[in-house]
């Protein structure tokens, strides 16, 4: 497999999720989403090369990459009154791959 920014994305969500760990010790209402890999403009080139679509699909339960949408639900949770209550977690829209 080529290189690809995996390792810019596993560098990220690690400061992400450090920082909604540190939320939780001072009580502030911070959250992060986790997100599979999504099929973006800025992933299309990666996503053209042969086999790393099929590979990268091949991990995720759902059997698909996530698209935009996918993260609306999520987003739209956490800025309404119905997720006033939930703070400092990190919440994975990702198709079950952290299940694997």
Do not use: H, W
Not at 57 to 79: H, K, N
Request: glycine share 12%; proline share 6%.
């Amino acid at each position: 497999m080529s290189s690809c920014p995996g390792g810019t994305f596993r560098s990220t969500s690690k400061a992400v999720t450090g920082s909604a760990g540190v939320a939780r010790m001072s009580y502030a209402s911070k959250n992060a989403i986790g997100p599979a890999l999504i099929d973006t403009p800025m992933t299309e080139v990666y996503l053209a090369e042969p086999g790393f679509r099929e590979q990268a699909v091949a991990v995720i339960p759902m059997g698909r990459l996530a698209e935009p949408r996918d993260l609306v639900a999520t987003i739209i949770l956490l800025l309404a009154e119905g997720g006033a209550f939930i703070t400092g977690q990190t919440i994975y829209v990702d198709g079950g791959r952290t299940l694997v």
